[in-house]
């Protein structure tokens, strides 16, 4: 078992520059504030607390199997979740028991939208002596041997035979920095109906990850917003649009595309700042001091609420109001602090649910992890899961 925070809790600290720029937040008066309240939902958190099989992941991204990912749509869906870093075995006496195994990525499936205990399963493959082992390993001509995945946001697409697509990051061990690196991008295909382990998945190299002279890289899977007329989104405009994130200070980055050239990626376009570019490394910075897991969801009122971590791993889960799917974007508005952990407890990359929220409500969730991983593990194995929160409109 081998863990520092996942890729996603701290992709983004190795710096680089797209373009020489400096995000400023619009003064645009509605994109200022919001009328809301927020409140922990105990029901969801309770619903990832464990003791035996699965106990404990992050990367949390939920896809609705129908394609329906809006707002207070999901009372008779199934949601797909797919995890990172994942903690198979059994707690006995708030103790992890030997043989805990932590996989690289896990599944679940939960039928409707309501935090039932036992709605929910969870899935990961098994080595033939019975050890717990990841959903996803990269197969793709780009894989080198040691490389494991893991996972990015995800979709639907019904223009494309309900085919669900799943971002994976490609990552190997190293000796330096945080013990990782990501070294590639991989769109995994499950084709509609494919049953765990999904003998029938396709896995494709894209060119979402990128290194730039000089050091650094980006990347593109941290969210996915599906704005198109069968998702069931307000102003619907008929592309998926990716999100992704470079840089220390958190900068985030949109592509789109239409659904059914998603496979086709000479046909993505980035959003450089004024329209949509070819080249990848013009794409613009839209907002800053995000984190590496995000979500940007169509409000009801036509605004778009980005829902993030601040600066990745900090103590404040964040939103910003902006005027479409690629911005503008406002200024940062704090909505929960995480200080009730202790300064050993690190929280991240927060984001929000749509399919799984009622009307007027986001649910968010955030991550929770150790400093000392293995260490704290064993004093307090109830730490390393998913918490989730409310967010009310007035």
Request: hydrophobic share 35%.
């Amino acid at each position: 078992m081998k863990t520092s925070f996942t890729l996603t809790a701290v992709l983004g600290l190795f710096a680089f520059t797209l373009q020489a720029q400096d995000f400023k937040a619009s003064t645009d008066p509605k994109l200022q504030s919001a009328n809301f309240t927020v409140e922990e939902d105990a029901d969801w958190t309770a619903l990832f607390n464990r003791t035996k099989g699965w106990f404990g992941a992050d990367g949390i991204f939920s896809i609705p199997l129908d394609g329906v990912d809006s707002i207070g749509a999901g009372r008779n869906q199934t949601t797909f979740f797919v995890f990172s870093d994942t903690l198979i075995g059994e707690v006995v006496d708030d103790k992890p028991l030997p043989g805990t195994k932590m996989p690289h990525n896990t599944i679940g499936y939960l039928t409707g939208n309501k935090p039932v205990f036992d709605d929910i399963k969870f899935y990961w493959n098994k080595t033939a002596d019975g050890v717990a082992k990841s959903v996803f390993e990269p197969k793709t001509p780009n894989t080198q041997k040691g490389d494991y995945f893991w996972l990015g946001d995800g979709f639907v697409n019904k223009e494309l035979n309900g085919t669900t697509y799943v971002f994976g990051y490609r990552i190997k061990n190293v000796s330096n920095g945080f013990g990782f690196a990501e070294v590639g991008n991989v769109l995994i295909a499950l084709p509609k109906g494919s049953k765990f382990p999904f003998a029938d998945q396709r896995q494709m190299d894209t060119p979402f990850y990128f290194e730039l002279p000089g050091g650094g890289y980006g990347s593109f899977g941290a969210g996915i917003l599906n704005n198109t007329k069968w998702a069931k989104v307000p102003n619907a405009d008929g592309y998926i649009y990716v999100y992704g994130l470079h840089g220390a200070g958190k900068n985030v980055m949109v592509a789109r595309v239409k659904p059914k050239d998603v496979e086709k990626f000479t046909q993505w376009r980035y959003f450089d700042g004024k329209g949509w570019n070819t080249d990848i490394k013009k794409a613009a910075t839209i907002a800053d001091r995000a984190s590496n897991e995000m979500s940007v969801t169509p409000l009801p009122d036509g605004r778009y609420a980005m829902i993030f971590q601040i600066d990745g791993i900090g103590k404040k889960v964040c939103m910003r109001l902006g005027s479409s799917p690629y911005g503008p974007f406002g200024p940062i508005i704090d909505l929960y602090s995480t200080d009730k952990f202790t300064e050993k407890v690190v929280t991240y990359n927060a984001k929000a649910h749509p399919n799984l929220s009622q009307p007027g409500e986001l649910l968010i969730s955030y991550n929770v992890n150790f400093t000392d991983f293995f260490n704290q593990l064993n004093a307090s194995p109830d730490i390393y899961r998913p918490r989730f929160i409310k967010l009310k409109f007035k």
